[in-house]
Nanobody, 128 residues
Framework: QVQLVESGGGLVQAGGSLRLSCAAS????????MGWFRQAPGQEREFVAA????????YYTNSVKGRFTISRDNAKNTVYLQTNSLKPEDTAVYYC?????????????????????WGQGTQVTVSS
C-alpha cells in the first residue's frame, strides 16, 4: 500500500511558477513509476508528466513541454512537478499517481489506467 500526499498548489498570476510535491509512504518508492495528472472543472482528468522509478526517463504531454519538469528524489520518497510560465489553462486540480508496472517505454505511463495509487490532489489556479 502506498499513500500519496500532494502539496505546493496555490494561486499564481499568468507567467508565474509553482513547484508541486508529492510525498509517498513506504520503503519501495523507487520501484514505482510516478505520474502527474490534472483535472479542470467540467473536464476529464488528463495526463501531464511521468517519470520512471530510477528517474532516468521522463515523458510529457505536448501542452507542457518546455514549461513543466518532473523529477524525483527517491531518498526522500518524493516526486516533484516544477511548473513555469503558467497559463490560465493550466488551472486544475493536480494529482500524483504511482504505478507498479514496468514498461520499456515511458509514454505507456500516460494512461491513467496503469496507475495503482492516487493522491487527493492539490489545486493550482492561474489568474490572467
Amino acid at each position: 500500500q502506498v499513500q500519496l500526499v500532494e502539496s505546493g498548489g496555490g494561486l499564481v498570476q499568468a507567467g508565474g511558477s509553482l513547484r508541486l510535491s508529492c510525498a509517498a509512504s513506504g520503503r519501495t518508492f523507487s520501484r514505482y513509476a510516478m505520474g502527474w495528472f490534472r483535472q479542470a472543472p467540467g473536464q476529464e482528468r488528463e495526463f501531464v508528466a511521468a517519470i520512471r522509478g530510477n528517474g532516468t526517463d521522463t515523458y510529457y504531454t505536448n501542452s507542457v513541454k518546455g514549461r513543466f519538469t518532473i523529477s524525483r528524489d527517491n531518498a526522500k520518497n518524493t516526486v516533484y512537478l516544477q511548473t513555469n510560465s503558467l497559463k490560465p489553462e493550466d488551472t486544475a486540480v493536480y494529482y500524483c499517481a504511482a504505478s507498479s508496472r514496468t514498461y520499456s517505454r515511458t509514454d505507456y505511463y500516460a494512461d491513467q489506467n496503469e496507475y495503482d495509487y492516487w493522491g487527493q490532489g492539490t489545486q493550482v489556479t492561474v489568474s490572467s
